[in-house]
């Protein structure tokens, strides 16, 4: 089986790929809120690189009333904690430099909390970039629904699977949402 570090080389290879090949993703993401399921407070996150663009999809819930907030790093090795924010609000960057409500935003506890990803399977597997903060999020929230969010080409057959790694309720993609299926 291939390793996790050989998968990420690989799934960011990908990612990069998708992303240049898709340049409308973020808009048809946005087009998928219907599929989503609902939640009082969800945890987005801004994208990084080619992650793809949640910014339409958060200026989508923020118009249907839905309150939104970000991750933020205060501690390395630590959860991630989330800030109230609405997209037109300041940003500032946190511990790990990613952009950020500001320290005044409210800390807030999401219903949903969706993820960037390297790579995805059809059983909530996720790969991420590697430093655990998503998987001790989860940890640390067991009741918000755990969604990734990727482009659909960035699917795999199976995600190699440790014990501290959380699988996720389900995938958004530009294409719609899926929720996970039972792991074998």
Not at 65 to 88: I, K
Not at 144 to 161: D, E, F, H, K, N
Request: hydrophobic share 45%; with cysteine; charged share 20%.
């Amino acid at each position: 089986m291939i390793s996790k570090d050989e998968m990420r080389r690989a799934a960011r290879a990908l990612r990069r790929r998708l992303a240049a090949e898709a340049l409308d993703a973020g808009v048809r993401l946005a087009e998928q809120v219907g599929g989503l399921p609902k939640a009082a407070m969800s945890a987005l996150y801004l994208p990084v690189g080619s992650e793809l663009d949640t910014l339409p999809f958060a200026r989508r819930l923020a118009g249907l009333g839905r309150g939104l907030c970000l991750p933020v790093v205060v501690e390395a090795g630590m959860p991630l904690v989330f800030r109230q924010w609405r997209p037109q609000d300041p940003l500032q960057p946190d511990l790990q430099g990613i952009a950020a409500p500001i320290n005044i935003a409210p800390e807030v506890t999401p219903d949903l909390i969706l993820t960037p990803l390297l790579a995805f399977d059809a059983f909530g597997g996720r790969l991420g970039q590697g430093g655990g903060y998503y998987d001790r999020t989860f940890a640390a929230h067991p009741d918000a629904l755990r969604i990734g969010v990727a482009y659909a080409g960035q699917a795999v057959a199976r995600v190699p699977m440790e014990p501290h790694d959380i699988r996720l309720h389900g995938v958004l993609t530009e294409t719609g949402y899926t929720p996970a299926r039972k792991a074998d």
